[in-house]
């Protein structure tokens, strides 16, 4: 029995490649879940995951290509030889990002999305259905910047009819309405700059190609409002070989041609060493900024545009009528799907918060938050527990709600990427209104802290030092911890040493002072000249 052993000894991979390749559902350092984690493991690694958001997303897209158009030939006992009656195939589809007011961050998206295929053509002439698009929901204040691949597309959303009462909500990736709108800006694209794919039809036989495909413009434009949507020039299809056997049915095409794009999905899922290296290449590739900016809800931006589909031989023989000496190699040629455009993306998220939080590590920040807030962030009385910003949402009586983020703790030299460094310097950039937490027990009871006027000092100067004129900000100071000994004497000194902005004594932990603050973010919010500090105002003499 032992040789049975060795042979399935030999299947199994070695121990040491066991133990360093990561379990898929570890996710990674700007991702997130992937699948689900066996029991226990899930438990050491989730807070860590779900500790703050994903503000920054590297997105691989596919669009569906296309489905090929049928060949096949209508045999009666009058006709033999046959007459064409294969169907169109349908277009694949593409995959979308929609600006949404109800997703915060980046942490539900995929790495990779694809577009659905289009059905292939069937015999007496049917076409062959759309392929699915794919729709990923993005926050407000998402950009786009391009890494690989075509720039993105903004659809126009053209009102186009009242909800069907039998729309599911949610169920976009079906949803008529939103096919129509994605129709709509195909074909305004294509009436645009891009180039397409040149459909042409053959009334001259023995003229030259090119010639005769420019002389086509009425038969494409019949052929785009009556079937197809355009694609893009890049997407060339050589086809080589006859496609598909006559009369093939949809049934029988497999999905093909992605496998390249789903091979290398596990780097996106694997650890955290992968995708800093991935983060590298791309940082070494011309990544061209700020190409889209999806700002308001309900936007979309085509990532991926599915494949034209290829055309039956009913509508070549009727249209382009090609040569009996070409009529294979045409068929062949033409008869195939598109494959769709792939892009290779970065999204990062801009404005993340109208309130952004800021001190020094252990102020008291994500206490603060969790006190105006609904928000449980992670709290510990050790520094940098807030690795990504947390957002907690304050609503008034009025309903009028503002967004908090409690940014990761800023120490000096932070503009020169000390601490956790430039990474949470770009979400204070992020906010509109800026509350700077001072602890006002860092030097009380022995504590070798700094005194909250320096504090406030240093945190200015950081502010400036990473963006000139970031502190001019509509600001105002949260004195925090004054329910400790000795608080309410340095309270009153910084009240002596920092003029221009208000100052709030807050004990963030008992909830005391909370409902003046509230007061007051609120009123900086709607104050038309709102202050921000100013460093002479500081005294720390
Ligand atoms: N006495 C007192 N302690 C507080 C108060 N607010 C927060 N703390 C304590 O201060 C410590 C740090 O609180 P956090 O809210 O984690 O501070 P943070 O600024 O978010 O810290 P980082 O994540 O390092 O940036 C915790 O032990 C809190 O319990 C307060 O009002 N009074």
Redesign the pocket.
């Known amino acids: 029995m032992w040789w049975r052993h060795q042979a399935v000894l030999r299947r199994l991979p070695p121990l040491r490649a066991v133990a360093q390749s990561p379990p898929r559902w570890a996710g990674g350092a700007l991702g997130c879940y992937h699948g689900s984690a066996p029991e226990g493991r899930k438990a050491k690694t989730a807070p860590l995951q779900a500790r703050g958001m994903v503000d920054k997303f590297r997105m691989r897209a596919k669009g569906g290509d296309g489905g090929n158009g049928c060949v096949s030939l209508r045999r009666s006992r009058s006709n033999r030889v046959g007459k064409p009656d294969g169907g169109n195939g349908g277009k694949g589809g593409d995959v979308i990002l929609e600006c949404s007011r109800s997703i915060w961050d980046f942490s539900g998206l995929q790495h990779h999305m694809r577009g659905g295929r289009g059905g292939n053509g069937v015999s007496k002439n049917q076409i062959g259905t759309r392929g699915s698009d794919k729709i990923a929901q993005v926050p407000v204040g998402t950009v786009i910047h391009l890494v690989e691949g075509e720039q993105p597309s903004l659809v126009v959303n053209k009102p186009t009819r009242a909800l069907d009462p039998w729309d599911i909500p949610g169920s976009d990736e079906h949803s008529s309405v939103s096919l129509n709108q994605i129709d709509n800006a195909v074909v305004k694209d294509f009436d645009g700059n891009l180039s397409h794919r040149h459909i042409a039809p053959e009334h001259n036989t023995d003229g030259n190609e090119a010639e005769r495909e420019s002389n086509s413009q009425s038969v494409k434009q019949k052929y785009l409002h009556t079937y197809a949507k355009p694609t893009f020039s890049n997407t060339n299809c050589e086809v080589r070989t006859y496609p598909h056997p006559e009369g093939i049915d949809e049934k029988d095409q497999t999905e093909s041609g992605d496998e390249d794009f789903w091979e290398d999905e596990d780097e996106f899922d694997i650890d955290d060493e992968v995708e800093e290296e991935e983060e590298e290449d791309s940082d070494q590739q011309d990544v061209q900024y700020s190409v889209a900016e999806l700002t308001k809800p309900g936007q979309r931006l085509i990532i991926a545009r599915g494949g034209e589909g290829g055309l039956g031989n009913a509508f070549i023989m009727k249209e382009m009528r090609p040569s009996k000496e070409y009529k294979e190699e045409k068929i062949a040629r033409l008869s195939t799907g598109l494959p769709g455009t792939e892009t290779f993306l970065i999204l990062e998220l801009k404005s993340i918060a109208d309130v952004g939080l800021v001190?020094?590590?252990?102020?008291?920040?994500?206490?603060?938050l969790s006190a105006l807030s609904r928000a449980q962030?992670?709290?510990?009385?050790?520094?940098?527990?807030?690795l990504r910003p947390n957002i907690g949402s304050l609503t008034y009586e009025d309903y009028f709600s503002v967004k908090v983020a409690?940014i990761?703790?800023l120490i000096k030299g932070a503009h020169e990427n000390r601490g956790l460094g430039h990474a949470f310097l770009r979400h204070i950039e992020r906010t509109k209104v800026l509350a700077y937490?001072l602890?006002l027990?860092a030097t009380l009871n022995g504590r070798k802290g700094i005194p909250p006027w320096e504090q406030l000092q240093d945190l200015v100067m950081e502010l400036e030092h990473y963006q000139e004129g970031l502190t001019k900000r509509p600001s105002l100071i949260v004195a925090?911890?004054?329910?400790?000994e000795g608080a309410e004497e340095m309270y009153e000194e910084l009240k002596r040493r920092v003029q221009g902005v208000p100052i709030f004594p807050?004990?963030?932990?008992?909830q005391e002072g909370v409902p003046d603050l509230r007061v007051g973010l609120r009123n900086l919010m709607d104050d038309s000249d709102p202050q921000g500090i100013d460093l002479s105002k500081i005294s720390v003499e």
């Not at 925090?480 to 400790?484: A, F, V």
């Not at 807050?506 to 008992?510: G, N, P, R, S």
């Open positions: 001190g020094l590590p252990n102020a008291g920040k994500s206490t603060l962030p992670e709290i510990a009385d050790y520094e940098f527990t807030t409690d990761p703790g937490v602890d027990a925090n911890k004054i329910d400790e807050v004990c963030a932990i008992l």
